[in-house]
């Protein structure tokens, strides 16, 4: 018998790459959703492709980590575009982990995240919970390196900790653009490890953008949108000075800043997307459109992962 799950796409609207090493971030699930479609088999094989370790990375570790043997023919079908910082991998590892974990019953979140964590870890070699943890969850989600109210689970890895609690996701409009170029998240972390490892000066910065995250729990709590807006348009230029912004991103930041709020990179850079707080969608879109990107105006505060029936 088969079954789906969906998992949902996710922008990280502060601390992307300072997350990783302890600072906190801001992320909010989109309407932009991952759905996968498990059956039994005679082979395992992804969207009909035999399923290779190399390919299918995520879905062989998340594979491997739930502890499953035997084949399984697995079938996704996914509105997140791959590659662009929206969470397309999360959301592989976790609409495919609920529906390993749940064969036994229901799954836990808490559960699904960590693994998806690994897995993340396991294909990245560095990662932070930021997008795991907002699939598994949905709604919006804070990471800090502390336990506070809304404490939704406790992720761990070596010396570092981070706590991942709920968010409350007010009214907001954000138009995404999508350079459509596809980068990968491990090498621009890396990067950043060692511009960070090597200078106090990206240190600083990955300080600072800690210090604008804080600011925007605040804001964000209060609906303001033109303080979040003025902290996201400053952490774009600092995560340009970490070297993991792309001229594209810069050209579409440009274009959307006249009718926004605020806008910046989400996610790891270097291509991917870039986001804008609005309220004016339809002329940041077209403004995103008129510069080579794809827009997308999104909903936030959607469902975490969630087993279909
Ligand atoms: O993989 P992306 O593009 O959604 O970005 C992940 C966010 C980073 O902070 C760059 C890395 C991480 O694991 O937190």
Redesign the pocket.
């Known amino acids: 018998m088969s079954q789906t799950s969906s998992a949902p796409g996710k922008m ?1 609207l502060l601390g ?2 300072a ?2 090493f302890g600072q906190p971030a801001i992320a909010v699930a989109v309407n932009l959703r991952l759905r996968c479609r498990m059956e039994p088999a005679t082979s395992s094989t992804l969207n009909g492709a035999p399923l290779s370790e190399i390919s299918h990375s995520y879905v062989h570790h998340a594979i491997r980590l739930s502890g499953h043997e035997g084949p399984l023919a697995l079938t996704t079908a996914s509105e997140i575009p791959s590659g662009s ?3 397309s ?1 999360a959301a592989v590892s976790t609409s495919l982990l609920a529906l390993l974990l749940s064969r036994r019953g229901s799954f836990s979140g808490e559960d699904v995240a960590r693994k998806a964590f690994e897995v ?1 870890l396991a294909v ?1 070699g560095r ?2 919970p ?2 795991t943890s907002t699939s598994v969850h949905g709604r919006g989600v804070l990471i800090d390196n502390a336990p506070g109210e809304n404490l939704l689970w406790r992720i761990q890895k070596d010396s570092r900790e981070w706590y991942v609690h709920h968010c409350d996701v007010p009214r907001l409009t954000f138009v995404i653009g999508f350079t459509g170029i596809r980068a990968s ?1 491990g090498p ?2 890396a990067k950043v490890k060692r511009y960070h490892d090597r200078t106090v000066f990206a240190r600083d910065i990955i300080q600072e953008i800690g210090q604008l995250t804080r600011e925007g729990i605040t804001r964000l709590r209060r609906g303001d949108a033109v303080g979040l807006g003025e902290l996201m348009t400053k952490d774009h230029r600092l995560l340009t000075i970490l070297g993991v912004s792309s001229p594209e991103l810069d050209r579409l930041v440009s274009a959307a800043l006249p009718d926004s709020y605020g806008a910046k990179l989400t ?2 850079g270097g291509g ?1 997307s870039m986001i804008a707080l609005t309220d004016r969608p339809k002329q940041v879109s077209e403004a995103i459109r008129l510069k080579g990107g794809i827009p997308y105006e999104v909903a936030i505060g959607e469902d975490g992962v969630r087993i279909e029936h």
């Open positions: 990280i992307e790459h997350v990783v910082g929206l969470g991998s993340e990245q990662a932070s930021v997008d998240t621009l972390v996610g790891a991917g």
